[in-house]
C-alpha cells in the first residue's frame, strides 16, 4: 500500500512560486494500478520521484508499505564509472537478490554486446535508457513507477522483449503511471486521477478523470 496524506509541494522559479501539490491524499492499493493525468510543466515528474522517495514533500506524510521502484529510465542509481555488469552486480546485492541472474537478465535484454563491460559513461542516451529499463525489470517491486517523460529506446528487438516483459508484469504487480494523454493510461490503469494547479482530484475510473481532463485542458463539457 502506498499513501499520501495531505502532501504539499511547491519550487521557487526566481519569479514565483510553483504549486506541484496542495494538501493532496490518495491511495493506492496493491492490485489496483492508476494513473495520473496531467498537462506537461504541472509537475508529474516530481510527483513520481515523491512516489519513489527521491523527492521529499515539503508538508504531509507519504507511507509505503510495500517495495516501490524508481522510475522507469531514472539514471540516478547507476554509478557511471562502472560497467553495465558491475552496476547490475552492485544493485543486486543493494536489493539483496542474486547477483548472477540480474546481471543475466540485463546482459540478454539489453543486448550491449561488448559495451556491457564498458563504463555507462561512455554508453548513448539510447543505450543507458535499455540498460536502466532492464534493471528496472530485473528486479522485484510491488509497485512500477511510468513517467512518460523518461527516455525511451528506438531498439525494436529491445521494445518488443521489454514490452513483453512488462505486460506480463502488469498482470501480477501493480503500475502507477502519470502522463498527459489519456491514451497512454489506457494501456495501465484501472482507475485515474487529475493533476492541475496544485490540486489532484482522484476517480474510481479513468473515463470519470478523462472526462475532467478534457473539460479543464481543452473546455469540452463534461
Given at each position: ?31 489496483n494500478?492508476i ?137 501480477t ?41 478534457d ?6 463539457k463534461?
Amino acid at each position: 500500500m502506498l499513501e499520501f496524506e495531505n502532501v504539499s509541494k511547491s519550487f521557487w522559479t526566481g519569479t514565483q512560486r510553483k504549486v506541484i501539490l496542495d494538501r493532496a491524499s490518495f491511495r493506492v492499493e496493491l492490485g489496483n494500478s492508476i494513473g495520473i493525468l496531467a498537462p506537461n510543466g504541472t509537475g508529474k515528474t516530481t510527483l513520481i520521484k515523491m512516489i519513489a522517495g527521491l523527492e521529499k514533500p515539503d508538508e504531509g506524510e507519504i507511507r509505503r508499505g510495500c517495495k516501490i521502484s524508481f522510475p522507469l529510465g531514472f539514471m540516478g542509481g547507476i554509478i557511471s564509472k562502472l560497467s553495465a555488469m558491475e552496476n547490475c552486480r552492485y544493485i543486486a546485492r543493494l536489493y539483496g537478490l542474486d547477483p548472477d541472474y540480474v546481471e543475466a537478465f540485463c546482459r540478454w535484454l539489453c543486448d550491449l554486446k561488448e559495451y556491457f563491460e564498458m563504463p555507462v559513461a561512455t554508453y548513448s542516451s539510447g543505450m543507458k535508457g535499455r540498460f536502466s529499463f532492464a534493471l528496472l525489470l530485473a528486479l522485484d517491486f510491488d509497485i512500477y513507477l511510468i513517467d512518460e517523460g523518461m527516455p525511451s529506446s528506438t531498439d525494436v528487438e529491445f521494445n518488443r522483449k521489454a514490452g513483453e516483459i512488462l505486460k506480463e508484469r502488469i498482470e501480477t504487480t501493480t503500475i502507477v503511471i502519470v502522463s498527459h494523454q489519456p491514451a497512454t493510461l489506457e494501456k495501465f490503469a484501472r482507475s485515474a486521477g487529475v493533476l492541475m494547479n496544485g490540486q489532484l482530484t482522484m476517480f474510481d475510473t479513468l473515463e470519470e478523470a478523462k472526462q475532467l481532463y478534457d473539460y479543464q485542458t481543452k473546455g469540452e463539457k463534461v
